[in-house]
Structures are given as structure tokens and as C-alpha cells.
């Protein structure tokens, strides 16, 4: 499985930006797919997460301002996030898990946020 993530770039505080994990296999085969973020010295966070059956969590931090939406036929997941903030700015990893007796993940290679004046 090789999960593709792209979106990322440079953007001022309040703005906006979409990012993308394209899946090589169907989408379908995931029982959850997501994201999880890192900033240099900080513990990595889960971002989004969005589950087969549709459901959707989000890390605290998110207050509304992220949407996770996912697309069986591109076999995408998409993060939309606005309002963003300097504390956003990280590297931000898609994975992709199914359960197997146990969580078995695919990752994909990052995209880097970067909020800034």
C-alpha cells in the first residue's frame, strides 16, 4: 500500500489549505483512515480520523476548523483545514488502518504546514 500526501505549503494565519492522501489500493480495504501531525519537539497528535462507516473524530485542538471527507472513488481522503494558526504548523503524516486482530497501518511520507506571517 502507498498512500501519497500532497497540499501542504506556506500560509498566513486564518488561511486555508486542503491536503490529500491519494491510496494506491481502494480506499475500501481501510476500516479508518486519517491524519496525524508532528512539530519539531512535540509529541505527535492525531488530527482527524475518518472510519468506514463514516463517523469522524478530531484532535481537541481542532475546534471546528478541520474537515476530514474521504472519496472511495479517487480513493482519497482529504483534510480541509481553515482558520489555521502558527501552533498548526507540522508535518502532517495520512495513514491508513484495518483491524486484523490488532491495528496493521500503512503511512504515508508527509506534508509540511506551515502557518506563518
Known amino acids: 500500500v502507498q498512500l501519497q500526501a500532497s497540499g501542504g505549503g506556506l500560509v498566513q494565519p486564518g488561511g486555508s489549505l486542503r491536503l490529500s492522501c491519494a491510496a494506491s489500493?481502494?480506499?475500501?480495504?481501510?476500516?479508518?483512515m486519517g491524519w496525524y501531525r508532528r512539530a519539531p519537539g512535540k509529541e505527535r497528535d492525531m488530527v482527524a480520523r475518518i472510519h468506514s462507516s463514516g463517523d469522524t473524530y478530531y484532535g481537541d485542538f481542532v475546534k471546528g476548523r478541520f474537515t476530514i471527507s474521504r472519496s472511495t472513488a479517487e480513493n482519497t481522503v482529504l483534510l480541509q483545514m481553515h482558520n489555521l494558526e502558527p501552533e498548526d504548523t507540522a508535518l502532517y503524516y495520512c495513514?491508513?488502518?484495518?483491524?486484523?486482530?490488532?491495528?496493521?497501518?500503512?503511512w504515508g511520507q508527509g506534508t509540511q504546514v506551515t502557518v506563518s506571517s
Open positions: 489500493v481502494s480506499i475500501s480495504n481501510f476500516d479508518r
Open positions: 495513514f491508513a488502518e484495518h483491524w486484523d486482530g490488532r491495528w496493521v497501518a500503512s
